[in-house]
């Protein structure tokens, strides 16, 4: 994994509750991760639906109907 110059600053906003996460702060590795799997990153999701480890692009796509 690469040295990213923005880590710290991205923890400020990173939402991401699963603790052994290597990639947390490191946005780029964290997008890629998760595209790979078909899904978004925790920072997408509200806290409530985060900790729920439902990352599925249609999870989102059903919170955006909510709004």
Known sequence: MKECINRENN???CNCT???CE???ICCECLHYHRQLGELPACFFPDEVERTYDRSIARFL???QQK
Request: net charge positive; glycine share 8%.
């Open 23 to 25: 990639r947390k702060g």
């Open 11 to 13: 923890l400020k906003y």
């Open 18 to 20: 699963y603790e052994p």
């Open 62 to 64: 059903r919170l955006q």
